[in-house]
């Protein structure tokens, strides 16, 4: 009798492994093979090397980092350091790819024919996806990423879920910072040294956008301003492309560039604006409201993204809670001065963000508060112009003379003693003339 339990026993135990091998099988078989970048991927890879920092970002958005092992020389994000670099995405070093034994390699359309064939040759299969342009082209990497590593089913859906989630938390902090009814840019230098910014509808515009605050330059079709000279009725030599960033003066600026542990700034488009008699008394750079973001980091549509939208509108919001204390009267706290996050906030709940404006961590009020525009440095609030280590603005809402926040008289100009948000040299918008520009003299144009 015993020995009849015992078969028994046995016999179902086998039949229960049969079925989850079964099922396993049939798990396996509905997501591998799959064909993704011109890549055969037969089953599910466990060690990716990854040659393009966008498509890395990505990956991480979606939790396959710990297949990661390799790496080229653009996948600079901090959480990557710790794997080894293999070269420039399109001539990796070869014999040190092929000793991390991957068996997938992600491309862009930059990998030479020659690093394709000898990585084919060795039966490592190289997946060559393209950057994305749009926001469709970013849904298209997101669903392409997961296939590749969690199979046509359950990956594709992942993907596609992973991207969702992304744009449903970018448009939640969009919709938390509507209030915010300033202007700001982004500017960076091409390698003729021209001032440029982001183009209409691209990606990196895309993420600007969500920040809240007008870009100035929004409407703009391609990226470098025209070098030409302008010629006044008085015979006065202007270059255009000074002549729009003066007059569109945005009340922040976004630059690409970065700033070293040590408050050295690093930034050629930043040197070339601060070198400019007339362009350096902007509103944005006299009043210090500046902010150092790579322009890399536009291009980068997953934990980056989250990372720089989140930097953007702390930098954003602290003028305007320091904005609201002014008309209320009252003093807004004291925040303790803290680096623009690493790496945002995984689980951050939209309606939370949209109440207290993604703030930094507060602490009790400082015996002293700093000079407007004071930067902050390794947590001490300076007024040298010391930086944080990503260059973000720690104050940069001035509030001057008996300033009293928005006007309603004057359909939102700010008001001061003469009832003018940015008057004379800063051709900022006057209170009195409804928003409208004033030339040096703060004469309305």
């Known amino acids: ?22 099922a396993c099988g049939d798990k396996e078989s509905e997501n591998f093979p799959v064909s993704v970048g011109g890549a ?21 958005y979606m939790g396959y980092d710990t297949k990661l092992v390799g790496r080229s020389v653009d996948c600079d994000q901090q959480i990557l350091s710790i794997l080894p670099s293999v070269g420039y995405a399109a001539d990796p070093a070869l014999d040190t790819l092929t ?23 060795q039966n490592i299969p190289v997946a060559v996806l393209n950057r994305a342009a749009t926001r469709d082209d970013i849904k298209q990497l997101y669903i392409d990423l997961g296939s590749a590593l969690g199979g046509k089913s359950t990956g594709s859906k992942k993907g596609e879920e992973s991207f969702d989630k992304l744009f449903d938390l970018l448009s939640d902090y969009s919709s938390a910072t509507k209030n915010i009814v300033v202007t700001d840019a982004y500017l960076y230098l091409d390698e003729e040294g021209n001032y440029c910014t982001f183009v209409k509808d691209s990606v990196e515009e895309m993420l600007l956008s969500y920040n809240g605050a007008m870009n ?10 025209h070098s030409a000279d302008i010629t006044d009725d008085q015979g006065n030599v202007t270059q255009a492309d000074e002549m729009y960033i003066r007059y569109a003066n945005p009340t922040y600026l976004f630059l690409d560039g970065t700033v070293a542990k040590d408050g050295t700034i690093t930034s050629p488009v930043y040197d070339k604006l601060m070198s400019d008699s007339n362009l ?9 409201r500046v902010t150092f973001i790579p322009r890399k980091n536009f291009l980068r549509p997953g934990v980056t993204f989250e990372e720089t939208l989140f930097t953007m509108i702390d930098v954003l919001n602290k003028d305007e809670e320091a904005a609201e204390a002014a008309s209320s009267g009252t003093t807004a706290p004291t925040a303790a001065p803290t680096a623009a996050p690493t790496q945002a906030p995984k689980k951050a709940e939209p309606t939370k963000a949209a109440a207290t404006k993604a703030p930094a961590t507060e602490a009790p009020a400082a015996e002293e508060t700093p000079d407007d525009g004071a930067i902050v440095v390794d947590g001490e609030v300076t007024d040298d112009g010391a930086v ?5 603005v720690a104050d940069g809402g001035e509030v001057v003379d008996n300033n009293a926040g928005y006007e309603g008289d004057n359909n939102g100009g700010y008001e001061g003693d003469n009832n003018v948000s940015y008057e004379g040299e800063n051709n900022g918008y006057a209170g009195e003339n409804n928003g409208g520009n004033v030339d040096e003299n703060g004469n309305s144009i």
Not at 107 to 120: C, F, H, M, Y
Not at 216 to 225: Q, Y
């Open 1 to 22: 009798m015993k020995r009849l339990v015992s078969l028994i026993l046995t016999l179902t135990i086998l039949a229960s492994c049969a079925v989850l091998l079964t």
């Open 40 to 60: 055969e991927i037969t089953a599910e890879p466990k060690r990716v090397v990854v040659l393009n920092d966008a498509f890395a970002d990505i990956l991480l």
């Open 99 to 121: 000793k991390l034994e991957p068996d997938l390699v992600i491309a862009d359309e930059t990998i030479s024919e020659s690093a394709k064939n000898k990585l084919g040759a």
């Open 216 to 225: 100035v330059f929004g409407s703009k079709t391609s990226p470098a301003f």
């Open 280 to 288: 350096k008394n902007i509103t944005a750079l006299k009043q210090k």
């Open 388 to 392: 944080t280590d990503d260059g973000a």
